[in-house]
């Protein structure tokens, strides 16, 4: 059996622990997966819009902060029906289950970016980043870039043309009018 030289042995060695020990850092941080990234194109001075997707978690985790360089405020946000009139309000966490696919999509859960800091136009991709906590109280970021699609697509079941409107008022009677989901 031919014997290397201890020099040639640590060469080769140490790249490979160090490509071993990245694999399972990116092993143990691919617990998220997120599918199907979008965000709803504005109009002229609008100043917020909406993002949706899928997520899934091979544990159960929670999707506790989101962000993204294109608006002042993102938070994640519940649009349900209270006494007869559709609400939206943010939330402090949204639960993804281990193994389950969560929806974000319009006249549900979603993310809602706000004080834009320009027009998000079709074609575009904005940035998101995503925070998660497990039960031990690790956090996970998960970087993504959301493809954004116009407004007269159908999407959700929402009627085309029904784009994010420029006011944003949480719990108002109003709220489907201005945030036109």
């Given at each position: 059996m031919t014997s290397f030289p201890t020099s040639l042995r640590?060469?080769?060695a140490r790249p490979l622990l160090g490509l071993a020990l990245c694999s399972a850092a990116l092993a143990a941080q691919a617990q998220v997966s997120v599918k199907d990234a979008w965000v709803r194109a504005t109009?002229?001075?609008?100043k917020?819009?909406?993002?949706f997707m899928q997520l899934s978690s091979a544990k159960a985790v929670k999707l506790v902060s989101?962000?993204?360089p294109m608006a002042g405020v993102a938070e994640v946000h519940e649009m349900k029906m209270d006494g007869g009139?559709?609400?939206?309000r943010p939330v402090e966490a949204l639960d993804l289950p281990a193994g389950q696919a969560v929806e974000l999509k319009p006249g549900g859960f979603h993310l809602m970016l706000m004080e834009l800091k320009g027009p998000v136009k079709d074609g575009d991709t904005v940035p998101l980043s995503?925070?998660?906590?497990?039960?031990?109280?690790?956090?996970?970021?998960?970087?993504?870039?959301?493809?954004?699609?116009?407004?007269g697509m159908m999407q959700g079941g929402m009627p085309a043309g029904m784009g994010m409107g420029a006011g944003h008022k949480h719990?108002?009677?109003s709220a489907p009018e201005e945030h036109k989901h």
């Open positions: 640590h060469a080769f109009v002229a001075q609008q917020s819009t909406g993002a989101v962000s993204s009139v559709m609400k939206m995503l925070v998660f906590e497990g039960a031990d109280k690790k956090r996970e970021t998960v970087e993504i870039k959301a493809s954004v699609r116009g407004m719990g108002a009677a």
